[in-house]
């Protein structure tokens, strides 16, 4: 008896014994992480960190998910570093199972470079540069190294930022940003727990307003609907990938900060998540959409007349519809939000039309209050006589609907900045032509969130007719290489409010294979 008690005593030590240090390790590697994430230029739009691992490249290296992301030569440049460097048993002794960030910088209004941060287990010797082939220089007055990969025709410039971890890059202007600690991104990014972080193939870290900046950069012009609102949003995100053989699935938390510019976004983190049906009636055609959840109407319109105060607008939102009252008889703005109901999108088509959809609770009562402020084209098309409506009522996402022509089918408002815009919006939807009734998106609809409050949605084949358009040439041909974006079928960022926080995910899916191809037909 007594030796079954001691060995019970030794048994409950050792599990205690390797909890503690079980944790005690997490702590470590939390800590770690957030050191060497706190290293990178507050210039990243986004960081994806992974492990120096076997497991990790055996997946990325035989998917077409990650070709398909990161576009051939970008692969070609990744491949060769790892066959280069990372695989170098010198490299493997001081790299291996150590996390590595890969983070996206804009570098002027038309470049974009990447940046690796990494820790090391010890210092790079001279034997061990010289076996990894790293000639010595200088960076910024501090030794640094540059790699010649194999097949790729620039340096790869590699420094100590600090002890133990490196920074390398392609760009010369990126290290050297790297290396000044004002521009440290510290607070930046909120890391994931210490199990979710232990547990993770890998972690996507987004800073929304340098997201921002980085896809300005790739339009003509500022683009005005894509990701509306989202680049704003004073918060950042932290994402955990979920790997499926056809999909990226991202999930995870977006936090705003305590003192940060009130959001048009906030009003919607103070929801709950519903459940979004607009998406069903997307036209066929539909390149990209946001569309917006509303769980409780009274609080939707309180909050939005909140943020409207702040960004200064009320003023100018009572003046437009006291003039209605007076012109038309109608208070359109008290109607208006007795009908309406739960959901609005903001959609653009391939041909880059631009048509808001708002769900009402009855069409038919609202048709005619409609009709009193607009100058009516045809018995089913009008066009509103006063500025700016949509947005005062709705909010800034629906700014760019200054005088709408307007259509009302079953229980939708459908606004459009021109006649052919709504009316090809009838065709498609008494012609029952929604990208809702195509498998493909059936299936990718089965990957996302059932309930939420905001999804942005793009369908690649149809946005790239309207990237080729709007995208700067090299970006626009960028899209259409092989491998490429064109390869995925869609994707979508989701946003459920969650304690005054946004639960987020992210999924990316591929196309479905060409039967024809497999079948060598």
């Known amino acids: 008896m007594k030796r079954l008690i001691t060995i019970t005593i030794l048994l409950v030590a050792a599990t205690v014994f390797v909890t503690v240090k079980y944790f005690d390790n997490l702590k470590i590697s939390g800590n770690h992480s957030a050191d060497i994430i706190s290293s990178i230029p507050s210039s990243a739009a986004v960081v994806f960190e992974f492990n120096n691992d076997a497991s990790f490249y055996d997946i990325y290296q035989n998917s077409p998910l990650f070709a398909s992301l990161l576009g051939s030569d970008k692969m070609t440049e990744l491949h060769m570093l790892r066959k280069g460097l990372l695989n170098n048993t010198s490299a493997q002794t001081l790299l291996n199972a150590q996390d590595i960030f890969l983070s996206l910088h804009t570098l002027g209004t038309d470049s974009i470079e990447y940046l690796f941060t990494m820790a090391s287990s010890g210092a790079f010797s001279n034997e061990a540069a010289t076996q990894m082939k790293l000639k010595p220089t200088t960076l910024g007055g501090k030794k640094a190294f540059v790699f010649q990969a194999d097949s790729v025709e620039r340096e790869f410039y590699i420094i100590e930022k600090q002890h133990n971890v490196w920074c390398g ?82 999930n995870g938390f977006t936090t705003f900060k305590g003192k940060s510019p009130v959001s048009y976004m906030d009003i919607f983190r103070n929801m709950v998540p519903v459940e979004l049906t607009l998406q069903n009636i997307l036209p066929i055609t539909t390149a990209y959409s946001n569309v917006y959840g509303i769980s409780d109407l009274a609080a939707f319109k309180n909050l939005l007349t909140s943020w409207q105060q702040k960004a200064h607008l009320v003023k100018d939102k009572k003046a437009l519809f006291n003039k209605i009252k007076t012109e038309s008889g109608v208070q359109f703005d008290s109607e208006f939000n007795k009908l309406l109901d739960n959901e609005f999108a903001l959609v653009t088509t391939r041909f880059q039309e631009r048509i808001a959809i708002i769900k009402v609770k009855n069409g038919a009562a609202l048709r005619p209050f409609c009709n009193n402020i607009s100058n009516m084209l045809t018995e089913d098309i009008g066009q509103f006589n006063f500025n700016q409506v949509p947005m005062y009522l709705l909010g800034d996402v629906l700014s760019g609907f200054r005088k709408p022509y307007f259509t009302i089918v079953d229980n939708y408002l ?98 479905a294979p060409d039967s024809l191809n497999i079948n060598g037909n």
């Open 169 to 250: 890059s392609f760009s010369k202007t990126l290290l050297q940003e790297s290396l000044d600690s004002k521009k440290a991104s510290a607070g930046t990014f909120d890391l994931m727990s210490d199990q979710q972080h232990s547990t993770s193939l890998g972690n996507l870290y987004i800073n929304y307003q340098q997201c921002g900046s980085l896809l300005n950069n790739l339009y003509k012009s500022e683009d005005s609907d894509l990701w509306k609102g989202l680049f704003k949003l004073p918060a950042n995100t932290s994402l955990s990938l979920n790997y499926k053989s056809d999909a990226l699935l991202f």
């Open 414 to 511: 459908v606004l459009g900045n021109s006649q052919r815009e709504v009316s090809n919006f009838r065709e498609n939807y008494f012609g029952n032509l929604f990208l809702s009734k195509q498998s493909d998106f059936r299936e990718f609809s089965n990957l996302l969130a059932q309930r939420c409050n905001v999804s942005y949605f793009i369908n690649f084949k149809n946005a790239g007719y309207a990237f080729k358009r709007a995208l700067k040439r090299k970006y626009a041909n960028a899209y259409n290489t092989e491998p490429g974006f064109k390869n995925y079928y869609a994707a979508a960022y989701q946003l459920s409010a969650s304690d005054k926080q946004f639960y987020t995910n992210l999924c990316l899916k591929i196309n």
